[in-house]
């Protein structure tokens, strides 16, 4: 597994991180522990020692279950991650509260790494000015945990504000090669360099939409690499930066954890040829896409019932496979209160995505060109 020593922070994590929010569900929406605890144990086995949990993940149960599953394995071995959701937090009694919910849901002695999770430029004054940070620094140095630094959902003018703002052990944000422009994109990549603060990668498949493309992409892929996966050239793209620490992949299968090992137990960035491959790709993509929507579920829940993300998943499926009868048979297994006519336009789905996707229009546009199908 190719690690990436970090000489600042005395760790040495694995290239490949494990996002823990994503692991298969059974019917009612539980973490399938069995197979959750296969995969995990599979990735450790692999080198995989970085795990990525939060507050929010699994409706809140992944850092119980994250616990539970890593107290199996040796402490000093392996680097846990954890976040405090700061769109919950208005006070530093907030914070309080909801730490030690975290704490005890965690049931370890430190954690490695914990982050102010989805700032952006608004949040992260408001954590200033409640007395958030200056806290977290006391736990900190209070050892209960060793690093501390925020995950990002933002422009990149509000990224630099925050980066800039202190000397911050790491930073964690959505990159990989069809997002290059949008949130902190390349320009916040190549800030993280000049200040070297370690970079955690998130989303580098885009909440896989890059694991499945077009057949055209494939084609420019395919004879440089035989049968490596769609996935693994994402990653490599996002992998291949040398300020990234860990790239995160929030793994659903064991299909999945193979194909991610076989990626990165023996790494080989990008050569010149493949990257203009990829550059290519993007192109080929960003001619398809109907929204950047990643699946992210920030928007959720709706008070009216609409499945934001799960019609935009089949309204983008649709514009980039042109795949009419997947799409007509998704649409139609849509919930009839899931769809776009339920929306009251109440504008609370737009205030919290990361991505400040124009949902209601989105809502509109994908709502007739789905029911034309
Ligand atoms: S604007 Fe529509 S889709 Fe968004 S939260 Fe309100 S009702 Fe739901
Ligand atoms: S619409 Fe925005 S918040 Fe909702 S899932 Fe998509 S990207 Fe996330």
């Not at 929010?56 to 616990?67: A, R, T, W």
């Not at 994109?185 to 909440?207: A, C, N, S």
């Not at 049968?227 to 050239?233: E, P, V």
């Not at 064991?254 to 194909?259: G, P, S, T």
Request: contains cysteine.
């Amino acid at each position: 597994m190719e690690t990436r020593v970090q000489e600042t922070l005395g760790v040495e994590p694995s290239l490949l991180g494990f996002g823990c929010m994503r692991f298969p569900t059974l019917e009612g929406g539980a973490i399938d522990e069995e197979q959750a605890l296969a995969m995990l144990d599979r990735a450790w086995e692999g080198g995989v020692n970085y795990f990525d949990t939060a507050y929010f993940y699994h409706n809140g149960k992944s850092e119980e279950f994250m616990g539970r599953a890593l107290a199996r394995y040796p402490r000093e071995r392996y680097y846990l991650t954890s976040k405090l959701p700061t769109t919950l937090i208005h006070s530093l009694d907030d914070a309080k509260r909801i730490y030690a919910e975290q704490r005890a849901r965690l049931q370890t002695e430190y954690l490695d790494f914990y982050l102010l999770h989805n700032l952006n430029g608004a949040r992260w004054r408001e954590m200033v000015a409640a007395g958030v940070v200056d806290w977290c620094l006391e736990r900190q140095a209070a050892g209960e945990f060793r690093h501390f630094g925020f995950s990002f959902h933002g422009s990149y003018e509000e990224f630099h504000e925050i980066l800039t703002a202190r000397r911050w052990d790491c930073c964690q944000i959505q990159l990989n090669y069809m997002d290059t422009e949008t949130q902190a994109g390349l320009k916040g990549y190549r800030l993280t360099e000049e200040l070297g603060v370690p970079l955690i990668i998130m989303e580098p498949v885009k909440g896989g939409a890059l694991a499945s493309p077009p057949p055209e992409v494939m084609d420019l892929f395919a004879p440089l690499r035989p049968g490596a996966s769609a996935s693994s050239w994402a990653l490599r793209w996002a992998a291949s930066l040398p300020n990234v620490m860990t790239v995160l992949s929030g793994m659903s299968t064991m299909v999945q954890v193979e194909d991610n090992l076989a990626t990165f137990q023996h790494f080989q960035p990008l050569s010149g040829t493949e990257r203009a491959a990829v550059d290519r790709a993007a192109e080929c993509f960003r001619q398809k896409v109907r929204n950047g929507c990643t699946g992210c579920q920030y928007c959720m829940p709706c008070p009216a019932g609409v499945d934001i993300p799960g019609l935009f998943q089949v309204w983008n499926e649709y514009a980039m496979f042109q795949n009419r009868d997947r799409a007509r048979a998704k649409w139609k297994d849509l919930d009839e209160e899931e769809r776009p006519h339920r929306c009251v336009s109440c504008g609370a789905c737009e205030e919290k995505c990361p991505q400040s996707l124009p949902i209601r229009a989105d809502l509109l546009r994908a709502g007739e060109e789905l029911e034309r199908l």
